[in-house]
T-cell receptor, first 108, second 114 residues
Framework: GIQVEQSPPDLILQEGANSTLRCNFS?????LQWFHQNPWGQLINLFY???GTKQNGRLSATTVATERYSLLYISSSQTTDSGVYFC??????????FGGGTRLMVKP | DAGVIQSPRHEVTEMGQEVTLRCKPI?????LFWYRQTMMRGLELLIY????????DSGMPEDRFSAKMPNASFSTLKIQPSEPRDSAVYFC????????????FGEGSWLTVV
């Protein structure tokens, strides 16, 4: 099956800093999503982005499908951004395969 | 919309007991997924339904696990008999693949088997 690798696995930021999270995948995809799992365990949709660029407030994402990667940008990070960020993809079929996540801690 | 609704939110049970987790997907969604999350294995897809029909259950760990979707608004995941290694958070998610939309997760059922 398709492999999804995220980097870095862990990230510590000072409040106000910017960061870039990366997701590499091993095959062509027809769906790519970014999720944020907050400290209470809730999985929140951030972006549906099989290709191109999207922005939502301080977050933006870019997927370069031909090169098999996606990037999630967090600008002016806040403590509420802490949690785990997951990238998930589908290729053949509709099963969403998750990467291992990037655990982010934003310090005040 | 109320989102994906799961119950129970938390359950503690003794080894050997039957556990039933329930899920109500978002109205109008035609796909439903059960995931399990543990520290060791991350998020694993257990089973996926499309239009109430199980499409792929290759992620179901063993015969002790079963899932049903009797109608478009309800699904269950059953573990019988339960074992301590089944302790995990079980997520249900739903989506509308026909329009290529995102999938949405419920808040999860936190299961502890002692």
């Amino acid at each position: 099956g398709i492999q999804v690798e995220q980097s870095p696995p862990d990230l510590i930021l000072q409040e106000g800093a910017n960061s870039t999270l990366r997701c590499n995948f091993s095959d062509s995809v027809n769906n790519l999503q970014w999720f944020h799992q907050n400290p209470w365990g809730q999985l929140i949709n951030l972006f549906y982005i099989p290709s191109g660029t999207k922005q939502n407030g301080r977050l933006s994402a870019t997927t370069v499908a031909t090169e098999r990667y996606s990037l999630l940008y967090i600008s002016s990070s806040q403590t509420t951004d802490s949690g785990v960020y997951f990238c998930a993809v589908t290729n053949a079929g509709n099963m969403l395969t998750f990467g291992g996540g990037t655990r982010l801690m934003v310090k005040p | 919309d109320a989102g994906v609704i799961q119950s129970p939110r938390h359950e503690v049970t003794e080894m050997g007991q039957e556990v039933t987790l329930r899920c109500k997907p978002i109205s109008g969604h035609n796909s439903l997924f059960w995931y399990r999350q543990t520290m060791m294995r991350g998020l694993e897809l257990l089973i996926y339904f499309n239009n109430n029909v199980p499409i792929d259950d290759s992620g179901m760990p063993e015969d002790r696990f079963s899932a049903k979707m009797p109608n478009a608004s309800f699904s269950t995941l059953k573990i019988q008999p339960s074992e301590p290694r089944d302790s995990a958070v079980y997520f249900c998610a739903s989506g509308d693949w026909s329009s290529g939309n995102t999938i949405y997760f419920g808040e999860g059922s936190w299961l502890t088997v002692v």
